[in-house]
């Protein structure tokens, strides 16, 4: 028993230690070629300096991490069974008895517990390192960044025009998407208070909002009222939509309350709903990769075929991407169920995996 338990820690061991390094050397890889993407945007850009662009390639570099998280496990996975098979450790230890399940067993521990940490603890750090990138690149490369805000107080919106910014926030959202106790208030072009519009209601019609028994207040204070008012706007309702936090720059510790707000506002919640399946999904996708790792690293070195088993590994990497990449769009459309969307790739990749090992081990 103490041989036993002494192997599956010299396993974890190495396992952990494998994936470190695979991580390690996919996160330099990743910054370096982010760092060069960025640094091709930023020409021409004399504020930017190297510094701000590798502060910005490090901000984007956990979210980029997070979904390459599978790819990790599996090169890390078949560089261990490579390793272990090179010095003929893996020989030894199935003449010992030990089958391929009881082999396998350290690594799905190791794989389960990063998984959960993973989504626990690493989620959070790098959805805040993503809000944090998003917020930067808009404001360096002069782009739009999410103008619109859900939360249980209400929506808030912005929208800018040649007079400057306007600024509405409505306490309710029907599902129908009219606005119920909206409140606008409009700034001139060097941000100074110029009036503020109270409504009972608000609609958005064919590039209007119409707002219904308003209530202007100029900005010495004198109001008027007028049954309807009507305001110009390059807003949709997909705009809005668009404009939300992406999934991403949520932690999965905030994702449900988001989620259930956007429902009850009217506006649809799938992109955040399937990353939140994915997120629950993560410890056990890495445990599948794992799998396919074995079906093409495990098999002893003198059977002259390692080169060529590695390479279906690797193929088999980019293959379970392209499947993911595909389930996920059909999943982000609504066309197929989002359990099955976010859970398809675990059960394919465990199928796949687990008949191939079946089929070596039993003959």
Request: net charge neutral.
């Amino acid at each position: 028993m103490k041989i036993f338990e002494r192997l599956n820690l010299y396993l974890m061991n190495r396992f952990f230690m494998g994936f470190v390094s695979a991580y390690a050397t996919l996160g330099v890889i990743v910054l370096l070629f982010n760092t060069v993407e960025l640094m091709r945007r930023a020409a021409g850009r004399d504020y930017m300096s190297f510094q701000t662009v590798f502060g910005l390639s490090l901000l984007g570099l956990p979210q980029i991490m997070e979904s390459l998280m599978p790819f990790v496990f599996l090169f890390g996975a078949m560089m261990v069974f490579w390793r272990l098979n090179r010095s003929n450790e893996l020989v030894i230890i199935r003449t010992g008895g030990v089958s391929v399940w009881q082999f396998l067993k350290p690594a799905f521990l190791v794989a389960l517990f990063w998984g959960v940490l993973q989504v626990a603890l690493f989620n959070p750090f790098s959805a805040a390192m993503t809000e944090r990138y998003n917020v930067l690149s808009a404001k360096y490369f002069e782009q739009s960044i999410y103008q619109s805000f859900i939360s249980t107080d209400g929506l808030w919106l912005r929208q800018n025009d040649d007079t400057g910014t306007v600024i509405l926030h409505a306490g309710i959202v029907n599902p129908d998407f009219s606005l119920r106790d909206i409140t606008a208030f409009f700034y001139d072009e060097n941000y100074d208070f110029a009036k503020r519009v109270d409504a009972d209601a608000a609609t958005l019609i064919d590039g209007q909002w119409i707002f219904d028994r308003a209530v202007i207040t100029d900005g010495d204070g004198k109001r008027k009222r007028q049954p309807e008012w009507r305001l110009n706007s390059n807003l949709t309702v997909d705009k809005i939509q668009e404009s939300f936090s992406p999934p991403e720059s949520l932690s999965i510790w905030r994702l449900p309350d988001f989620i259930t707000v956007l429902e009850k506002s009217g506006f649809s919640a799938l992109s955040h709903r399937l990353y939140f399946h994915e997120l629950l999904a993560t410890p056990f996708t890495l445990m599948s990769m794992i799998l396919l790792a074995a079906c093409f690293s495990i098999t002893p070195q003198r059977q002259k075929r390692t080169l060529f088993l590695i390479s279906g590994g690797i193929l088999s990497g980019f293959i379970y991407y392209t499947f993911s990449d595909i389930v996920h769009a059909l999943g982000g459309s609504g066309r197929i169920p989002i359990l099955l969307s976010a859970w398809a790739p675990f059960f394919v990749a465990v199928f796949f995996g687990s008949s191939f090992l079946l089929h070596q081990e039993d003959g």
